[in-house]
């Protein structure tokens, strides 16, 4: 699903931000995509942790193939055994049963997160174990097609301030964050577009 504001958006940065316009011309016809419901999102997104894609997709090939879908409830009638030997480490196994605990028992709020902010659903996503802000908030860009995400703390974004506006000076905290105050309300769309600039191929999550 592509998000119903992309082309305004890119439009609108594209207008205020020469190097927006530039990146925008260059990447025409690409724009940031929705794959996955809630659940399987945040899941695949702890089995990633601290290792590699490949091994990440290793992993998660397993886990598939040894439950009968990746759900809340699956997940909390497997036991530790079964799961560990798809590869997973101790921790993780904890961190993906407390996300389908949170899930099961309506700790999460999906049928409100349409008239919940930004900020009201990262609170409610790290308050599970094993997913921080920067998890949470490529989660609210990617899954849930927020608009104006800022991950301060993405070094991609770092590195692509630093090499279109800052002469390659990695920016500090406060100087990114005024940056992104140019690009609102669509500060993901302009994230995106510096993403795309480092790599040209779609980031998916």
């Given at each position: 699903m592509i998000p119903d504001y992309w082309q305004h958006a890119s439009a609108t940065l594209a207008q205020c931000?020469?190097?927006?316009?530039?990146?925008?011309?260059?990447?025409?016809?690409?724009?940031?995509?929705?794959?996955?419901?809630?659940?399987?999102?945040?899941?695949?997104?702890?089995?990633?942790?601290?290792?590699?894609?490949?091994?990440?997709?290793?992993?998660?090939?397993?886990?598939?193939?040894a439950l009968p879908s990746i759900a809340p409830a699956q997940l909390l009638a497997s036991d530790s055994q079964t799961l560990r030997?798809?590869?997973?480490?101790?921790?993780?196994?904890?961190?993906?049963?407390?996300l389908a605990r949170h899930f099961s028992s309506g700790q999460i709020h999906l049928?409100?997160?349409?008239?919940?902010?930004?900020?009201?659903?990262?609170?409610?996503?790290?308050?599970?174990?094993?997913?921080?802000?920067?998890?949470?908030?490529?989660?609210?860009?990617?899954?849930?097609?927020?608009?104006?995400?800022?991950?301060l703390d993405d070094i991609g974004l770092q590195k692509a301030v630093a090499r279109h506006y800052l002469a390659g000076e990695r920016p500090a905290r406060g100087v990114l964050a005024a940056y992104g105050e140019r690009?609102?309300?669509?500060r993901s769309v302009a994230t995106w577009y510096l993403w795309r600039s480092l790599d040209p191929l779609p980031v998916e999550y």
């Open positions: 931000d020469p190097v927006m316009a530039a990146l925008v011309e260059r990447f025409s016809g690409a724009s940031l995509v929705s794959r996955g419901d809630p659940f399987v999102t945040l899941a695949r997104s702890i089995v990633g942790q601290q290792i590699s894609v490949k091994a990440a997709d290793s992993v998660w090939l397993r886990l598939a193939a030997a798809c590869g997973l480490s101790a921790r993780k196994v904890e961190y993906l049963g407390d049928s409100r997160w349409s008239s919940m902010s930004d900020a009201e659903i990262i609170a409610e996503l790290t308050a599970v174990r094993g997913i921080g802000v920067w998890t949470a908030e490529m989660f609210l860009i990617f899954n849930q097609l927020r608009p104006d995400v800022f991950p690009w609102r309300p669509w």
